[in-house]
């Protein structure tokens, strides 16, 4: 027996990749540039001066809004408190109007008198409940 | 050329460098150690902040009528440098402030940077004072203008009923804070909680929506009292008349529900008026139903005979002989007018008000029961009413009493008690024996509205309910014609009450000197709805309760029967024979009739 025996020829070590081929350079077909106008300087500066005045334009017109609120604001602040004293004004009235004292004195001038003793009449049965009395002097308006 | 400008152009490079570096160290100064020092004293120079005053509440009576209130006010200041022309602006306008042209002139000439004009003026006199100036300057070159005058926003409080219920209700002090009354008893409620406003400013001026901070003031709650007006007006004006009538130092009268111990009115005079407190001596200023205490004299009898029947050591027809004199230990004690020796019943000695039949059936109880049903009627002890300044008045412990105390106590002497604690008394008989705490507050409301009623407080059980009705059917005989008070009845309606004539101490010289005269009573008497009691402190000339006291029960109670609409109960009473003639009569009448027990 053969101790050297042959590389198994039939199996040969695979060989590297062939490397992919570079795609060759060459020339453009000749780029030309766009012929472009250059932007002209009064236009730029009017689109930049128009955004600016548009740009005032508009914080103008919500300061003017902002400050027509508060106008608004003032004057109905202002409102609310001349209603309000007024409104505290007629209840002076109304309370010294309505006070017992002013009660009584303007029923004893039109001749009213406060009765003594209390009687009811009861609605179910028709009854008079208590014992009615005729009343001689005014009791409440006396001072 | 150009190799002569290098080192120019790199000496420049150098001096920027520098230059920028020292920016440089300075802005990481600014921005970055002292950043917050800057920003704090920009927050201080910028920041401006100002006291939302809160209002306070109303102080309503049980139907909402406001007794109590605060608006809007304007007090205005000055700044006297600025005035220019002193006697040309307090002309015109003084007579916008109801004062004088001197008056306005002296406040507005010197040299103060702040003084006040007027304090309290409606927003409408501000407004003119605002355009009176202005009119006055119209006529005038700029450096001769009137200027100065400034508005600082206040509430003032206002009272529009007046003196009514002044007792009750105190008044505000100069702080704003309640100085008597309820406006002291429940000043945190009324208050409220003053908000803030937080706010950036520049040039004296807030600088709008920067970044300010509002906290909304609370606003105080609103107390509802359980006084009707108008119950307390005929209270008020009858107490008036009745202390002027009679001479007297002062008067109380207090009108109370005795279910609820609800106080309907609380009358004293002689009154103040609370929307011009500085005015008022400091001596009126007090609740004089809460404050003054005196002995009560023969009102103190029904407290006796009720532990005496609870007690079961008299019957109400139990006869005593009463003569007008009665000796114990070293004192001779009599009733007040001389008469014969009598035989009164139980009932009998309450109607005719005996002192000595008072003392004979006290001393049929030991000292120490006498004093305990005194003590539940409340006697020493504070009502709970949560009025300020209340005083529980003098009540000795036993082992401190004299030989006579026990029989002083019996008819109502040797201890003393507050208006409001004799009405308490009387209301316990009238609900059924038991004392439940009087009260005047019937709830409160906060800004929203929600309303919360102040929770019933339990009462105490004093003596039994049948006691208690004995009691009133006894005490329908002092309103009776043989009693001491027919001045108190009132037509169609059965009426129970207690007169009391009582010596009164003189604080001035410690001794008794005057009377103190007083009614209390209820009606129905038979199912009481209505307690009142009328006290006139040493009135002049008449002195007796039936007289002074018994006619001002008729007539508040009458308009309080009308106008809670309390109809008569349309029984009939059986009265209890008062002496052993009367009893002798009904005795032969039940014999031969039915078998009703005697």
């Known amino acids: 027996m053969a101790l050297l025996q042959p590389l198994n020829p039939s199996k040969p070590r695979p060989l590297a990749k062939p490397k992919p081929s570079r795609p060759s350079l060459r020339l453009l077909p000749q780029l030309r540039p766009i012929p472009s106008q250059p932007a002209k300087p009064v236009t730029f500066a009017v689109i930049l001066s128009s955004i600016l005045v548009l740009g005032s334009l508009v914080l103008l017109l919500i300061n003017t809004l902002l400050a027509q609120d508060a106008f608004v604001l003032h004057r109905l602040q202002q409102h609310v408190a001349t209603l309000t004293a007024q409104e505290q004004a007629v209840t002076a009235i109304t309370d010294r109007e309505s006070s017992p004292d002013s009660l009584a004195t303007k029923a004893t001038l039109l001749g009213m008198v406060a009765g003594e003793t209390p009687v009811f009449l009861d609605l179910n049965t028709g009854k008079v409940v208590g014992a009615p009395g005729k009343t001689t002097k005014n009791l409440l308006a006396t001072r | ?598």
Not at chain 2, 109 to 127: C, H, L, M, S
Not at chain 2, 229 to 256: C, F, H, N, P, Y
Not at chain 2, 383 to 403: C, H, I, N, R, Y
Request: proline fraction near 6%.
């Open chain 2, 1 to 598: 050329m150009i190799k002569d400008m290098r080192p120019r152009i790199r000496g420049l490079f150098l001096v920027s460098l520098i230059v920028m570096s020292i920016f440089t160290a300075r802005l990481v100064q600014v921005q970055g150690f002292q950043a917050d020092a800057y920003a704090a004293r920009a927050a201080r120079e910028l920041r401006s902040s100002a006291t939302l005053p809160a209002v306070r509440g109303d102080i309503t009576d049980v139907n909402g009528v406001v007794l109590a209130r605060s608006v809007e006010a304007v007090n205005i200041t000055v700044d006297q440098t600025l005035v220019g022309d002193p006697t040309a602006a307090a002309e015109a306008i003084a007579p916008l402030l109801g004062l004088t042209a001197p008056e306005v002139a002296l406040k507005l000439t010197g040299i103060r940077r702040f003084a006040y004009v007027a304090k309290n003026v409606t927003p409408q006199i501000w407004d003119s004072v605002k355009s009176a100036i202005l009119d006055l300057n119209k006529t005038r070159s700029i450096e001769k203008r009137v200027s100065g005058f400034y508005a600082e926003k206040t509430f003032h409080r206002e009272y529009p009923a007046g003196p009514l219920a002044a007792s009750v209700l105190g008044f505000v002090n100069a702080s704003g804070h309640g100085g008597g009354g309820i406006e002291y008893a429940l000043d945190r409620s009324l208050a409220g909680v003053d908000g803030s406003y937080i706010f950036d400013s520049g040039g004296g001026a807030a600088i709008p929506s920067a970044n300010d901070v509002l906290v909304a003031a609370k606003p105080g709650r609103t107390i509802r009292l359980t006084i009707n007006r108008d119950i307390q007006w005929v209270a008020q004006k009858e107490i008036d008349a009745q202390v002027k009538a009679s001479g007297a130092l002062s008067g109380t009268a207090i009108v109370m529900d005795p279910q609820t111990g609800a106080i309907l009115a609380l009358a004293s005079a002689p009154g103040y008026d609370p929307n011009d407190v500085s005015k008022t001596p400091i001596s009126l200023l007090g609740i004089p139903a809460v404050d003054e205490v005196y002995e009560p004299g023969s009102t103190g009898k029904v407290m006796t005979l009720s532990a005496a029947l609870e007690e079961k050591v008299v019957t109400p027809t139990t006869i005593f002989n009463v003569p007008y004199k009665l000796k114990r230990g070293d004192r001779t004690f009599h009733d007040d007018e001389k008469h014969a020796t009598w035989q009164l019943t139980t009932a009998g000695i309450l109607a005719k008000s005996s002192n000595v039949g008072a003392i004979q059936v006290g001393e049929k109880m030991s000292h120490a029961t006498l004093r305990n049903y005194l003590s539940r009627f409340g006697i020493g002890q504070l009502t709970g009413v949560g009025l300020p300044g209340e005083t529980a008045g003098l009540f000795l412990p036993v082992d401190k009493w004299s030989q006579s105390s026990a029989r002083t106590f019996a008819f109502g002497q040797g201890y003393s008690l507050t208006a409001m604690q004799a009405t308490s008394v009387f209301a316990a008989v009238a609900n059924d024996g038991v004392r439940v705490v009087p009260t005047l507050i019937a709830g409160m409301s906060d800004a929203d509205g929600h309303y919360t009623s102040s929770a019933m407080r339990p009462g105490v059980r004093v003596i039994s309910a049948e006691t208690a009705r004995t009691m009133r059917l006894m005490m329908e005989g002092v309103v009776s014609a043989g009693g001491t008070a027919p001045a108190a009845q009132i037509v169609g309606y059965r009426v129970a009450g207690k007169t009391g004539t009582a010596n009164r101490v003189d604080n001035t010289c410690s001794c008794y000197r005057g009377y103190t005269a007083s009614f209390i009573g209820f009606a129905p008497a038979d199912k009481p709805a209505l307690v009142m009691s009328v006290t006139i402190q040493d009135p002049k000339g008449i002195h007796f309760g039936g007289l002074l006291g018994a006619p001002i029960f008729k007539k508040v109670i009458s308009f309080a029967l009308k106008s809670l609409s309390i109809p008569p109960t349309g029984q009939a009473p059986t009265p209890i024979p008062l002496d052993a003639q009367q009893l002798a009569k009904v005795s032969a009448v039940t014999a031969s009739g039915s078998a009703v027990k005697p």
